[in-house]
């Protein structure tokens, strides 16, 4: 199964952008005797979309087809790491070949967006800038294919 992160914004070389790229590496290489076999990110150009509608349609052109689609929404389910890697195994396990992970812009996602996906999913709820939830989504990546391959990553 293929990851793939779809992110409103485009994100500059900096620290936020070393840590995605660590975790996302470890993640295929952890993930790849499991199933999981790359993690991508697309970002989709804010200044393009105009709108959160417009957003959303540059974001569904994005979407592999066929996806199983998780928005990142501070009002969708809150998950244990462990909860979030079992989900992932669960979609792997069903055959479905692309999991996409959406995260909107400043202004969040378009609300017809998110009722159409799959999954809205929470990092609390507090509201995270979304160049942050990249990295916190980027991580927990890691951690559920570290989780599912029994690594010692995830300490209880």
């Known amino acids: 199964m293929r990851l793939h992160i779809v992110a409103v914004g485009r994100l500059r070389s900096g620290p936020e952008q070393a840590l995605i790229t660590d ?3 470890r993640s295929e290489r952890t ?5 999981v076999s790359s993690v991508t990110v697309t970002e989709i150009d804010e200044r393009k979309g105009g709108s959160k509608a417009g957003e959303a349609a540059l974001l ?7 996806a199983s689609v998780i928005v990142l929404d501070e009002r969708g389910r809150a998950l244990s790491s462990p909860a979030f890697a079992n989900h992932i195994a669960a979609i792997r396990d069903a055959g479905t070949p692309d999991m996409a992970f959406v995260i909107g812009g400043a202004d969040g996602l378009d609300p017809e967006f998110v009722r159409r996906a799959d999954m809205a999913l929470s990092f609390g709820k507090m509201v995270w800038p979304h160049m942050l939830v990249r990295v916190m989504l980027s991580e927990q990546v890691y951690r559920a ?11 209880v």
């Open 23 to 25: 975790y996302l590496r």
């Open 31 to 35: 993930g790849r005797p499991l199933g």
């Open 60 to 66: 569904e052109k994005a979407l592999p087809k066929g």
């Open 145 to 155: 294919v570290s989780i599912l391959a029994g690594t010692p990553y995830h300490r």
